[in-house]
């Protein structure tokens, strides 16, 4: 396993328990779900660059998706 996964992964499912968080003290589903990607889609991505791609992106979806 290489050092940089762990890494990325530990800083995405932080910042996805804090989009959890939030998102169900505010009652809003987009950064509920967004949230719950960010801290299971680690241990689906093998790849460092894939994997912070991947993190920006649903980081990103609350700021353009209303519900």
């Known amino acids: ?33 967004c949230g719950l990607a960010l801290i299971l889609y680690p241990y689906l991505i ?5 994997m912070v791609a991947v993190g920006v992106g649903i980081m990103l979806i609350p700021r353009f998706v209303e519900l």
């Open 1 to 33: 396993m290489d050092t940089a996964i762990l890494v990325w992964g530990l800083i995405f499912s932080s910042i996805g328990i804090g989009y959890f968080i939030y998102g169900r003290r505010q009652s809003n589903m987009v950064v509920r779900w």
């Open 46 to 50: 093998t790849d460092a660059v894939i």
